[in-house]
């Protein structure tokens, strides 16, 4: 048997490089789902007029007593089903962070915002491969990931190609056709003080076979249609056709090693019981939390530290010189919508990723929050949130915070702690960036509400990894360029824990990118 542990993107991009060199694999997961109820709820939505979805989705919520603050946390139609079980897998309870693993089926991409970048050789230069090792497997994973809003003909394409056979463009909303219209009249200023824009790149089916995108305005609470990329799709996909192997319900805790085969540990969630399954090949992708406490447990290292690396995650609400739809008449996708780059040495040498979000009804949601509840305030909201986006920013890990982890405890009481939180001037080159987008407000068409910024706890962002980092001679703790231990032959880590450091660009694409590398490499291997 060759195993995959996990079902998120490394699981998926790592299988697909193996099913096209022939190895069928079993995929080994918990596979948490949308509630049934709550999934027969939302099919029922999607076979209404989309004029009826917002009013069918809060129906949802009210029916299950659901409550959801999409700019804040990761939800899917309100439910937590994502995050579910984690908590006490990891037993990680610290209140200086938000770090949230997944047991769901399809992992976190059940809740990413799809966006996609590949990295710069610039932003890995630590790392012992470089984009020229990846780019092959980006395009790879280009072949089957869907990808809307690349047209090839704007500044960004030339810092980040990405080739695609067939990509759609979203169309734009009245207030961001505002702001694309002054990017793009003052291109070549923001370019010359390192501020650099584009379409966001997003893994989302703008339109196929009978489904196609609503403009709903509902993505940050949950698609209807389904069109946002999740890893649960290719899984579907690859099992249906009998290129895999899904086996669900098992909870691993520990990799060992016996004569020549791996042993996989778990527990069988069904009736409690231990099961125990060999293989030639493990391939973990179980994200990069529940990845560092089952590999600290399989080696043994108690009380040993790990370094987990994360890029500070922060928001800035923008106020837009011209105002758009009311928010009755909103038709727009509520994702992403452009990607501003900043490479800017007086901000930071190592650059900082905006995203810009448009109108909507959970941004609405955080302005009545805000505002006092009275008629003239009510209406007053309205107003502003005709004029209000929201950068969703992150910074490389070189400029956030680390946390220091150790595996405490014995047997099945085993729990990730913090020991030490390393703290860094993360909020100091937030600040110098906000300057900079103020100092630059008539080119970017609007100006940055800096006293409201949001500086979240580390991990909030949930790009973070990096505790067995890859390296071209791997200490204790550290992997090969194809995520092994010396210790442990035969196990491949395959996702962001083996990332020697996290760039401030979308994480997702680059962990594919790596374990379909890896996932390619090591199939020479089982084949020969």
Known sequence: MIAIIGTGPSAIACARALISRGVKPVFIDVGNQLESEISNQVAEVNKQDPQEWVNGVQNVWTVNNLESRPLFDKKKFGSDFSYRGSEDFLRLDDSRVHLKGSFALGGLSNVWGGAILPYLDEDIADWPISYGDLRPHYESILQWLPLANHRGDDLFSRFFPISHPSSSVISLSKQMRALESSFSRCQDRLASVGIFWGRSRLAVIHSQNDRECQLCNLCLTGCPSDLIYSTRQSLESMVRSGEATYLSGVQVR????????????????????PVCLKARKVFLGAGALHTTKIVLNSLNAFNQTVTLKDSAYFLIPFLNRKKGDKMEELRSNSLSQFFLEIRNTGVSKNGAHLQVYGASEPLHQEVRRFLPTMPLMKSLGKHLVRRLSVLQGFLHSRDSASLSLSLRGDGERNRLCISKIQNTNSVAIIRRLQWLLLRNSNALGGITLMPFT????????????????????????????????????????????????????????SIMANAHRIGSDTALDLNA
Request: proline content about 9%.
């Open 254 to 273: 520990r990799i060992q090693r016996k004569n020549e085969s791996i042993e996989i540990h778990g527990i069988n969630l069904q009736d409690m019981k």
């Open 454 to 509: 949001y500086y979240a706890l580390p991990g909030r962002g949930f790009h973070w990894g990096g505790t067995f980092p890859m390296r071209h001679h791997p200490g204790p703790l550290e992997t090969d360029i194809l995520g092994q231990f010396s210790q442990l032959n035969g196990l491949h880590v395959i996702d962001a824990s083996i990332f020697p450091s996290i760039p401030s660009m979308p994480i997702a694409y």
